[in-house]
């Protein structure tokens, strides 16, 4: 499974979110090279190709839906482009807002970055032993540990802390708080594992980051349930001294 990265967005329209875009890529050396609309087949039937490599960037810009507008990370994560989790945070403070950055790597762990008006509230990884190359100390670990409070001004009145907690906490977390991990720091249970697209999934229908038409975007480059009609493709082209200086 290909990495997803995204970024939603609260409160704020398309049209803001992609002028806010415009504003923050220039910190970065990116100017807008060309915006399109979206054919309603997705992005398959763009004339463009939605990476087009070294020193360009692409994103995939929703309407609002419910509390949320959300952008699509289209181009492969690289040097020379800005790291999600510090792009979000610039539009959290640009659009004076809540900003969630969502990385999906691979479909083996999950993480999500949360800041309000330039300020992380909250982080989070599903396995912080996945990419650590020796066994986690309970003093690495705490400064993994998640702290979803952040969340509370955004939860549907519907959904309590609890239910929050328990789909972050499920599998990797569990286990390590009953101690039932192994000596390499994976957990003894092969129940432990979860499939991290549904975690993900079931993450955004619950926090209703799609509104309330589920979540479609762990598949955004193949699923037929997103209304492509309605979103934008927008280009980016590093600035030309900032080519001539790389």
């Known amino acids: 499974m290909s990495t ?39 992005p398959g039937k763009l004339e463009r190709p939605l990476d087009p490599g070294h020193s360009h960037l ?3 810009l929703g309407p609002r839906q ?5 952008l699509i990370q289209a181009f492969a994560e690289r040097d020379d482009a800005p790291f999600l989790a510090d792009l979000s945070n610039r539009l959290s403070q640009q659009l004076q807002t809540h900003s969630l950055a969502v990385l999906l790597h691979e479909g083996d762990v999950l993480f999500y970055n949360l800041d309000y008006r330039g300020t992380p509230r909250d982080g989070y990884t599903s396995n912080p032993q ?31 802390m609890e239910k929050l907690l328990h789909v972050l906490n ?22 432990a594992l979860v499939d991290e697209e549904e975690r993900l999934t079931t993450l955004g229908g619950m926090l209703q980051l799609n509104g309330t038409a589920g979540y479609p ?3 955004w480059r193949t699923t037929t349930f997103i209304q492509w009609k309605a979103w934008q493709a927008i280009y980016y082209q590093a600035k030309v001294r900032a080519l001539q200086m790389a």
């Not at 609260?10 to 807008?32: I, M, P, S």
């Not at 419910?66 to 959300?70: A, E, K, Q």
């Not at 990419?131 to 540990?145: C, I, N, P, T």
């Open 4 to 42: 997803v990265a995204l970024l939603h967005l609260h409160q704020v329209t398309q049209q803001v979110a992609g002028k806010a875009l415009d504003q923050v890529l220039q910190e970065w050396k990116y100017q807008r090279k060309q915006k399109v609309l979206m054919p309603a087949e997705g």
């Open 66 to 70: 419910g509390n949320w507008t959300t």
């Open 130 to 160: 996945f990419f650590a190359e020796e066994l986690l100390s309970d003093q690495d670990v705490v400064r993994h540990r998640h702290k979803p409070k952040a969340f509370t001004p955004l939860l549907p009145k519907q959904i309590k």
């Open 217 to 219: 975007f762990t598949r």
């Open 58 to 60: 692409s994103y995939l």
């Open 170 to 191: 499920a599998g990797w977390w569990q286990a390590y708080d009953s101690k039932q991990l192994d000596e390499t720091g994976d957990p003894l249970s092969e129940d």
